[in-house]
């Protein structure tokens, strides 16, 4: 239960970095934790690749990566931007706290995203 409000007030400040990446997900895979975060207004989304999805620093496929995402990972938005293109798809996300960028192509939101 203490790591539950402890995960709860990491992602409330938008700074959580878990093993692999930004996580929201609560035990055996409940995303209680990103419920919360998205009550306290922040955006959430479900990482739909079926492989590790690399988070870059720019919104390119050409940019660095800075982490990986894990496939069913729960992540925070904060906005959406045109960038390199992703298997037909422009848009990509930052994410919320850490300042990454990820393909909208493997991610899916769960709310609408402002644009960045």
Do not use: F, I
């Amino acid at each position: 239960m203490v790591k539950n409000a402890a995960a709860v007030s990491a992602l409330v400040a938008g700074a959580v970095l878990g093993a692999g990446g930004w996580t929201a997900a609560g035990p055996a895979g409940v995303p209680t934790a990103a419920r919360t975060a998205a009550m306290a207004g922040h955006t959430q989304g479900v990482v739909v690749s079926k492989v590790a999805l690399k988070v870059r620093s720019k919104p390119t496929v050409y940019s660095d990566v800075v982490a990986l995402l894990r496939p069913q990972q729960y992540v925070l938005l904060n906005c959406v931007k045109r960038g390199g293109w992703v298997q037909g798809n422009p848009e990509w996300y930052r994410l919320q706290g850490a300042g990454g960028w990820v393909s909208a192509r493997y991610v899916h939101n769960l709310q609408p995203v402002r644009a960045c």
